[in-house]
C-alpha cells in the first residue's frame, strides 16, 4: 500500500493525549520500559506457555520477543499471495492464538480468513468471506476449547469509508463460521478477551469510547450484551487481569489504561505519541504481572511504517497478574 493508496486522517488523530491523560489524574501512575524497536504497526500482544509475541503487521510476521529484547519470527507471511477479492491486497496479520491441538491460528486481515500455522507450513483455517463485512477483520481470542471470537473494522478504515456497525464473528471448534448478529454491531470492533472465569467476554468498539462485556456460558454462547466501561477516548486493543479489570489501549490518548468494571481507572501508563502510539496489551511474565505493550508511530501508510519501523514493545510492572485470563 503506498502513500498515494491512503485517503484517511494523518496522525492528527492522535491529538489527545493530555486530555485523556488528564481524565485518568487519580489513577496510579506505571512507569515503563522500552524492550525492543524496529518493527511497523506493532498489535495483538499474546503471552503463551512463557514467550510473548504479536503481530508485525505490515512486515506480515508474528515475532516472539526474549526478556532482553531479541526477537525471532515465528509465522513469516510475506510470501503468501492474497486471495484475489482480499479487501485491500496484503496479508496483514491480525489477532492470534492457539488451538488445543497446539496449532497457532491467525487472522489474515484483509483476507477475511484465518490461517493456521502447525510449525511447517501455513493453511486456511476458516474462511470468514461470507459471514464478515466487506471489510477487514480484526483482532481475536481463543477459548480453552479452540472456540475464535473475532471483531472487525466493519467499513473500509484504510481508504476513509464511512463508519459502520458490525457483529462479532465466531468460529466454532469444529471450523465453521458464523456471524452474532443477534447481538449487534460494534462500531469498529477491536480488542477482545475472555476473563479467568470463563464468563465473560469484553470488547472494545475504536470508534466510540464504549467498552462491551457480554456474558459466555459453557458452550460458548454470548448473551446479555451490556456497557463494561465508557473511557474518555477511543480504545484499541486489551486484555483482562485475574480480578477482571480491563488494560485498555488508546491510541488517541497516547495511554494504557486498567478499568474495572464500571469505568473507575485505577493504573494508568502514559506515552509520548510522537515516540510511541499505544495500540494492545496482555499481561505476561513471572506470575503474570509484567504488562506488555505494543506501540507504533504509523498505521495508515503502510509503505513508510515499514521503511521507518519504528514500531516498538515496551514493559510495565502490575500488581494484579493475569491468572488464566485470555488472550
Request: charged letters at 20%; a negative charge; proline letters at 6%.
Amino acid at each position: 500500500m503506498s502513500d498515494t493508496d491512503v485517503d484517511t486522517p494523518e496522525q492528527g488523530a492522535f491529538a489527545g493525549a493530555a486530555t485523556a491523560a488528564a481524565a485518568f489524574g487519580g489513577a496510579n501512575q506505571v512507569p515503563s520500559t522500552r524492550l525492543a524497536i524496529g518493527f511497523s504497526w506493532s498489535e495483538c500482544p499474546r503471552w503463551h506457555e512463557g514467550r510473548f509475541y504479536f503481530s508485525d503487521m505490515y512486515h506480515h510476521r508474528i515475532l516472539a520477543v526474549a526478556p532482553d529484547g531479541a526477537t525471532e519470527t515465528i509465522v513469516d507471511l510475506s510470501d503468501r499471495t492474497p486471495v484475489a477479492d482480499a479487501v485491500i491486497p496484503e496479508v496483514v496479520p491480525g489477532g492470534f492464538g492457539w488451538l488445543p491441538d497446539g496449532r497457532l491460528i491467525v487472522t489474515s486481515m484483509q483476507e477475511r480468513l484465518v490461517l493456521a500455522w502447525d510449525g511447517e507450513q501455513v493453511t486456511e483455517y476458516a474462511d470468514l468471506r461470507g459471514v464478515a463485512a466487506d471489510a477487514a477483520v480484526n483482532d481475536m481470542v481463543v477459548d480453552a476449547d479452540g472456540r475464535a471470537y473475532i471483531t472487525q473494522l466493519g467499513f473500509d478504515l484504510f481508504r476513509g469509508a464511512d463508519p459502520v456497525p458490525s457483529p462479532l464473528l465466531v468460529v466454532e471448534p469444529d471450523g465453521t463460521a458464523r456471524a452474532l448478529t443477534d447481538l449487534g454491531g460494534l462500531m469498529c470492533g477491536n480488542g477482545i478477551a475472555i476473563t479467568p472465569d470463563g464468563g465473560t467476554l469484553v470488547a472494545v468498539e475504536a470508534y466510540g469510547v464504549t467498552v462491551l462485556a457480554f456474558d459466555r456460558a459453557a458452550d460458548g454462547t454470548l448473551s446479555n450484551r451490556r456497557t463494561f466501561a465508557t473511557l474518555p477516548a477511543p480504545g484499541d486493543g486489551m486484555c483482562l487481569d485475574a480480578e477482571g479489570a480491563a488494560w485498555i489501549a488508546s491510541p488517541a490518548g497516547g495511554v494504557v489504561v486498567r478499568v474495572t468494571e464500571g469505568g473507575a481507572a485505577t493504573d494508568l501508563v502514559t506515552f509520548d505519541v510522537t515516540e510511541a502510539i499505544p495500540t494492545s496489551c496482555v499481561l505476561g511474565g513471572e506470575d503474570r504481572r509484567t504488562l506488555y505493550v505494543t506501540a507504533g508511530t504509523e498505521v495508515f501508510d503502510w509503505e513508510k511504517s515499514r521503511r521507518e519501523s519504528t514500531g516498538t514493545v515496551w514493559t510495565a510492572p502490575v500488581a494484579v497478574g493475569g491468572g488464566a485470563a485470555r488472550p
